[in-house]
């Protein structure tokens, strides 16, 4: 069988990124398979890595914006998980029309991390963000934002270890977009962004190893040129990246995956972090975009709309 391959066109948002400052980060308990009390990060090693992040994000010709860590917030590091940010804007176009932004806070499933949410509102507030929730202080559903992608005109939300079914409801009827959702059931792919990472508007790395068979499926069906991994090949945590235009900056990539994503045209950044891999998050973590548009890379859905396989 021939592939057909299609024009891509490159992820319009991922050039502007709030990052977590790593003063605190340390593994105080162990809310992932990955974490464990007993391999704790180095601190200067943990700061050198991040500023690493930093000057690869930079030199791709993306920026970063930087929120301090609280002392009592050891995973804060994981800036992905605060929240949802997106834009909205009459005409996307033009830089001149009022750009109005929201976020929708995470509501974390563990309580060790929920004193993280307040601290983020705070900054997004201060940055001219509207603040939205699905659930707070433990009532209501959870939602973590490492589970969210807008992709192809709609948010692509992994449900199960973090975020509930329930969440998707509210982000899409709240939102107004169509939410499609998928079961992750494998403990070691706790959130979308280790079994999934969209690269343009055709082409995603996908794991089909972290859902249960119909996600697997459908998420297969989603992707129009999917890059299939191994759960071997996920648990270098190389789904863990972001693409800033044609670069991907990753934590790893297995010698298969970097044929195909160079056959592809990416250019591949490699950025070690094996500090924050003992914490259970890499690249994509640590990154939380705050260029996602409503009307660019979502499509308007009055109403919402929740697809599940
Ligand atoms: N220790 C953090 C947790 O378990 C890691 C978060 C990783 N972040 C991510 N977006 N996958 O919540």
Redesign the pocket.
Known sequence: MSTVHQESTELQWGHDYLMVEPNHFRVDYA??PF?DLNDQPEPLHTRAEWLAVVAAIEAAGGRVRVLPQLPDAP?MV?A??LGLALESADDAGDPDVHVDRRVVLSH?R?AQ?RMETPAAEGWFAANGFTSKSVGRDGVGAHF?A?DAFAWRGELVVGFGP?TEELALKHLATDLGVSVQGFRITNPGM??M??GFCPLDDTRAMVCPAAYDDASAAALLALVPEPLVLTEEEAMTFCA?SIVVGRTIVMPACPDRVRAQLEEWGFEIVIVEVGEFLK???AI??MTNPLDVRIGRDLATVPGGRVTLA
Request: glycine letters at 18%.
């Open positions: 809310i992932n974490m995973d994981y992905m998980n974390m563990y991390r973590e490492g973090r706790y959130h962004d280790l863990n914490g259970g998050g994509r973590c």
